[in-house]
């Protein structure tokens, strides 16, 4: 992974190395959470499987690449349409703008899709990290983080993660639905994907799944696709480095456990069934580096496609729990999608490990379209990012499942930590005053 995923015991450690700013009690109490939380993940229980990229797949894309830039370079870049060609692409541009109105719309359609075609599984992936986008967007809502964002920042975030997801929505969206069409038709269709703006990368890679059905190398090339497809858009884009991506929070999101994504399941060495899933899940420590986020997208993969009893969690997940945004989806005895305690009451603790204290109240995490409007999609700048055959194929190789993977304990971890950024905000001000 490069550095993307660290030891879960050295992340905790290493915040406590930054808690000396805090107040004594304040420190005091942070290191007794990380104690308590420390030194109880999940066992795994194998077998773990590799997510295989095969040879013979790599050598068929790099001729087909190869070919494609052929193209580009003689100015042949698309043919013109027949009238039902140009049916088809309009639907599913259609088809693709009515889904994109919210985070809600968006998994909800990355889930139909898997539905349809569960050989498709970059379309799970992406409905479970989509999952996770929508609570990104209703924390800067809830309850814990506005105690210490700005609400100037808490808009620059949101249209952030809007864009970001999407952006990608419009660009795999159409993708899939022209798989699904290809497949009914039982041809090729796939020579349409530059009159819907998709990079020629992505050409004979879906030509090469058609006839191979190789899920893994499909899975990887979309999400080295869509990474570099955001890389101009978002990460490089002025406006987002300025209200963003260089804000001090931004910088330390390491440190507040904003960049986490994790995925429900059940582990098999729990003997009784737990009343809440774990977390199987990873953390992206340089999003502003392109290779980590496409490694991240990958082990994410790895995870999900590699450790058979997260598969199944999440698959039962998705299929019984509706997503809101709220993160009371996952943590139903942690949050509540009614705000129960006043809004301008004093913050005090409530989290007790992994449970609330005796007594308290849970978090308020809201519905997201109950606290953002649905916004609409501003025009995507044009261009295509694949220029080089060798630099497109570094990624694509096999992946083996990162251990460990359950996140669950560190997720606990993240919410204490911002707890208690809050209790120390309130005390520092105390003393200001």
Same mark, same amino acid.
């Not at 009238?83 to 109105?101: L, P, S």
């Not at 609409?376 to 194929?393: R, S």
């Not at 190789?397 to 560190?410: A, F, G, M, N, Q």
């Given at each position: 992974?490069?550095?993307?995923?660290?030891?879960?015991?050295?992340?905790?450690?290493?915040?406590?190395?930054?808690? +000396?700013?805090?107040?004594?009690?304040?420190?005091?109490?942070?290191?007794?959470?990380?104690?308590?939380?420390?030194?109880?993940?999940?066992?795994?229980?194998?077998?773990?499987?590799?997510?295989?990229?095969?040879?013979?797949?790599?050598?068929?894309?790099?001729?087909?690449?190869?070919?494609? =830039?052929?193209?580009?370079?003689?100015?042949?870049?698309?043919?013109?349409?027949?009238?039902?060609?140009?049916?088809?692409?309009?639907?599913?541009?259609?088809?693709?703008?009515?889904?994109?109105?919210?985070?809600?719309?968006?998994?909800?359609?990355?889930?139909?899709?898997?539905?349809?075609?569960?050989?498709?599984?970059?379309?799970?992936?992406?409905?479970?990290?989509?999952?996770?986008?929508?609570?990104?967007?209703?924390?800067?809502?809830?309850?814990?983080?506005?105690?210490?964002?700005?609400?100037?920042?808490?808009?620059?975030?949101?249209?952030?993660?809007?864009?970001?997801?999407?952006?990608?929505?419009?660009?795999?969206?159409?993708?899939?639905?022209?798989?699904?069409?290809?497949?009914? #038709?039982?041809?090729?269709?796939?020579?349409?994907?530059?009159?819907?703006?998709?990079?020629?990368?992505?050409?004979?890679?879906?030509?090469?799944?058609? *006839?191979?059905?190789?899920?893994?190398?499909?899975?990887?090339?979309?999400?080295?696709?869509?990474?570099?497809?955001?890389?101009?858009?978002?990460?490089?884009?002025?406006?987002?480095?300025?209200?963003?991506?260089?804000?001090?929070?931004?910088?330390?999101?390491?440190?507040?456990? =904003?960049?986490?994504?994790?995925?429900?399941?059940?582990?098999?060495?729990?003997?009784?069934?737990?009343?809440?899933?774990?977390?199987?899940?990873?953390?992206?420590?340089?999003?502003?580096?392109?290779?980590?986020?496409?490694?991240?997208?990958?082990?994410?993969?790895?995870?999900?496609?590699?450790?058979?009893?997260?598969?199944?969690?999440?698959? +039962?997940?998705?299929?019984?729990?509706?997503?809101?945004?709220?993160?009371?989806?996952?943590?139903?005895?942690?949050?509540?999608?009614?705000?129960?305690?006043?809004?301008?009451?004093?913050?005090?603790?409530?989290?007790?490990?992994?449970?609330?204290?005796?007594?308290?109240?849970?978090?308020?995490?809201?519905?997201? *379209?109950?606290?953002?409007?649905? #916004?609409?999609?501003?025009?995507?700048?044009?261009?295509?990012?694949?220029?080089?055959?060798?630099?497109?194929?570094?990624?694509?190789?096999?992946?083996?499942?990162?251990?460990?993977?359950?996140?669950?304990?560190?997720?606990?971890?993240?919410?204490?930590?911002?707890?208690?950024?809050?209790?120390?905000?309130?005390?520092?001000?105390?003393?200001? +005053?």
């Amino acid at each position: 992974m490069g550095g993307t995923v660290k030891s879960r015991g050295k992340n905790v450690k290493g915040v406590l190395s930054k808690m +000396r700013g805090l107040p004594n009690a304040v420190a005091q109490l942070f290191k007794q959470q990380a104690s308590l939380l420390l030194h109880s993940s999940a066992k795994i229980v194998g077998p773990l499987e590799e997510i295989p990229v095969t040879t013979a797949f790599i050598g068929r894309l790099e001729k087909g690449l190869k070919h494609q =830039l052929d193209l580009q370079q003689s100015g042949v870049v698309s043919s013109p349409l027949s009238t039902d060609e140009k049916a088809i692409v309009h639907q599913i541009k259609e088809h693709t703008q009515r889904e994109n109105r919210n985070n809600v719309t968006r998994t909800n359609a990355y889930w139909s899709c898997y539905q349809a075609n569960p050989e498709l599984h970059w379309a799970l992936l992406a409905h479970m990290v989509s999952r996770n986008g929508g609570w990104c967007m209703t924390d800067l809502r809830g309850e814990l983080l506005p105690n210490l964002i700005s609400n100037e920042l808490a808009q620059h975030l949101f249209a952030f993660l809007e864009r970001a997801n999407g952006l990608i929505f419009q660009d795999a969206y159409p993708q899939l639905l022209l798989y699904h069409e290809s497949k009914k #038709r039982k041809m090729n269709l796939f020579h349409l994907l530059p009159h819907m703006g998709i990079s020629s990368w992505m050409i004979p890679v879906w030509s090469d799944f058609m *006839t191979y059905q190789e899920s893994a190398a499909l899975t990887i090339a979309l999400i080295v696709n869509e990474q570099n497809y955001i890389e101009k858009r978002i990460v490089k884009n002025k406006h987002f480095q300025q209200n963003v991506l260089n804000t001090p929070l931004f910088k330390t999101q390491a440190w507040l456990q =904003l960049n986490q994504i994790g995925f429900p399941f059940f582990p098999a060495s729990i003997e009784t069934q737990a009343p809440q899933p774990n977390l199987a899940g990873l953390i992206l420590e340089n999003f502003a580096s392109l290779t980590e986020r496409i490694e991240f997208g990958k082990s994410l993969y790895a995870i999900l496609f590699g450790a058979p009893e997260v598969l199944q969690g999440v698959l +039962r997940f998705a299929a019984t729990t509706p997503h809101t945004g709220s993160r009371s989806d996952y943590w139903p005895h942690l949050f509540a999608q009614i705000r129960k305690t006043p809004p301008d009451m004093k913050y005090q603790e409530r989290l007790d490990g992994c449970a609330l204290k005796k007594g308290t109240l849970p978090f308020y995490s809201p519905k997201l *379209t109950s606290v953002w409007p649905d #916004r609409i999609l501003a025009p995507v700048e044009p261009g295509d990012w694949f220029t080089n055959v060798k630099e497109a194929l570094v990624h694509m190789r096999s992946i083996p499942v990162p251990i460990p993977y359950d996140l669950t304990k560190e997720v606990y971890f993240g919410l204490s930590k911002i707890e208690l950024g809050i209790v120390a905000a309130q005390a520092i001000k105390k003393v200001i +005053r």
